[in-house]
């Protein structure tokens, strides 16, 4: 079947009343047959039917064999860095969230763990950047905000010569877009409340193993720290697989004729979108994403922070708010918003400008948002012009 099909078929129907859409069991205790002894549920924090559904769910579609629901991105990201023990050493790439970065230099440091931002692209670099006692390697592929592509195959066969952990956030490809786990990755980590939630109505995170063992490991830690989604929040999750690949094309669709536009446009230096065969990497994301995803970065020509910022407050289909991956378009000053974390000193080790500019292209007709985001553009550097002639 096809992927679109199999997710529709594999969300399962209500046994005991014949609902097609799953039940929210909205239950924080289950009764005991006998003490010990249950129908498969205890108390939610350790399980309950409609998450058990999303994490199936999301394990199958990502290929692997165990899925585990978070409260949100960071505590899925902060379960995986939970494998980690005193002393023990990550690589990460040198452009990714900037709450990523915040969780690696302030509580996983603090708890023993240190992290080299080195450049995933070089080979060389990974090498020289392993020591004696590093565990995991960290990478986001497309990253964020400049949306480079990292070869995950390549990646994996460095960590498995050195039997170091490979987690690949997959937030911005989806599960429909890329598929880490066989592409080499032990796991893989989605801020669902991205394209998977879609609709910018949940927080939640995701993780999937490639084993049992190491399912079971994070299984472990998410009963043990308890940071578990909600009930009606995993069935939000559901809904929203129900239609993911629909979207994510659509998404990619609409951001590609949107990175087309700014490539052309004279007030505009530089465009990051990996659909567009300028892009340094675009062969490596055709070969192994199905789709570009909704996510356009690009630097203003000036690359200037006030233009930057009178651009993004002056569109009106494009909303000036943190997040991404929703139906309706959004704007974003990386500098100051999403990376605002990661300090000032680092930004150009990241590639953060103070002109930077990200977009997270919705479901609008794409001819209405290329016209807002022009005539942003033409007004705020028409502005600019009559302020200098002055």
Do not use: C
Not at 105 to 112: D, F, H, P
Not at 134 to 143: A, D, G, H, R, Y
């Amino acid at each position: 079947m096809k992927e679109q099909t199999r997710i529709l078929q594999s969300i399962p129907v209500d046994e005991t009343t014949g609902a097609v859409s799953v039940p929210i069991y909205q239950t924080t205790t289950f009764v005991h047959d006998y003490p010990g002894q249950h129908k498969g549920y205890d108390y939610t924090r350790s399980g309950n039917p409609t998450r058990q559904v999303l994490e199936k769910l999301i394990a199958e579609l990502e290929q692997g064999t165990t899925g585990a629901a978070f409260a949100s991105g960071m505590a899925a990201i902060d379960a995986v860095l939970r494998l980690l023990h005193l002393g023990d050493h990550v690589i990460a790439g040198n452009d990714i969230y900037g709450g990523t970065y915040r969780l690696l230099t302030t509580l996983a440091k603090r708890a023993g763990v240190e992290t080299t931002f080195v450049d995933l692209h070089d080979p060389d670099a990974i090498e020289d950047a392993i020591q004696n006692n590093t565990k995991l390697l960290w990478l986001e592929t497309p990253s964020n905000p400049l949306l480079r592509i990292i070869d995950i195959a390549a990646v994996s066969k460095i960590t498995k010569k050195h039997n170091i952990l490979l987690a690949a956030d997959n937030t911005f490809a989806s599960p429909v877009g890329q598929k880490p786990l066989a592409l080499g990755a032990d796991i893989v980590v989605h801020s669902a409340t991205k394209y998977i939630g879609g609709h910018s109505d949940v927080i939640s995170g995701l993780v999937v193993t490639k084993t049992e063992e190491l399912g079971k490991e994070i299984l472990f830690v998410q009963n043990a720290s308890g940071g578990v989604l909600s009930p009606f929040e995993s069935w939000l999750l559901i809904r929203g697989l129900e239609t993911l690949e629909l979207r994510v094309k659509q998404h990619s669709e609409n951001a590609l004729a949107v990175a087309k536009f700014l490539e052309t446009h004279s007030d505009v230096k530089e465009v990051f979108y990996p659909g567009l065969k300028s892009h340094p990497h675009h062969a490596l994301a055709k070969s192994q994403q199905k789709y570009f995803s909704g996510v356009v970065s690009f630097r203003l020509k000036d690359d200037d922070q006030k233009t930057a910022a009178r651009v993004v407050t002056s569109t009106k289909l494009f909303k000036l708010a943190e997040s991404l991956g929703g139906i309706k378009s959004l704007i974003n000053h990386p500098a100051t918003m999403t990376h605002a974390s990661i300090p000032k000193d680092r930004h150009a080790d990241f590639g953060i400008s103070d002109g930077l500019i990200r977009l997270s292209v919705g479901l609008e007709d794409a001819e209405d948002l290329i016209e807002d985001l022009d005539n942003a553009l033409k007004q705020v550097y028409a502005e600019i012009e009559e302020h200098q002639s002055v």
